[in-house]
């Protein structure tokens, strides 16, 4: 088989839990090959880029294979090529800050703050 229906794809490789999600998320806009708008009947082939929003992260593969049903996850591997770029490094937090809804400092935490920010002045 040489091509295979994007959202019966995007099960089969286990980017989506379900099939009915990977019909919805198509449907939805989220679901985009060779950078045009992707139904749930799109075809793929290999050598198709499918961008998909997967939960919160924008997944960006390249078609290896095309198949029809789910298969294992270490099969399902070997049937596209990930090419999602890493996400940013979240910057550390400054040493003052408090988790919200901790109430008020202590009296040992508050002096450790008044004393960084003397050191800062």
Do not use: Q
């Amino acid at each position: 088989m040489d091509s295979t229906r994007v959202d019966r794809w995007l099960w089969a490789v286990r980017l989506t839990k379900t099939r009915p999600d990977a019909a919805a998320a198509c449907r939805g806009g989220h679901v985009r090959v060779n950078d045009r708008m992707a139904k749930p009947s799109t075809l793929v082939s290999p050598g198709d880029v499918v961008r998909a929003r997967v939960g919160e992260t924008m997944r960006i593969v390249e078609v290896l294979r095309a198949i029809p049903k789910r298969v294992g996850a270490v099969d399902a591997a070997t049937c596209y090529l990930d090419r999602t770029p890493p996400p940013p490094s979240v910057p550390a937090p400054p040493v003052a800050a408090r988790d919200r809804g901790a109430g008020r400092p202590t009296k040992r935490e508050r002096r450790a703050l008044e004393k960084w920010r003397a050191g800062l002045r």
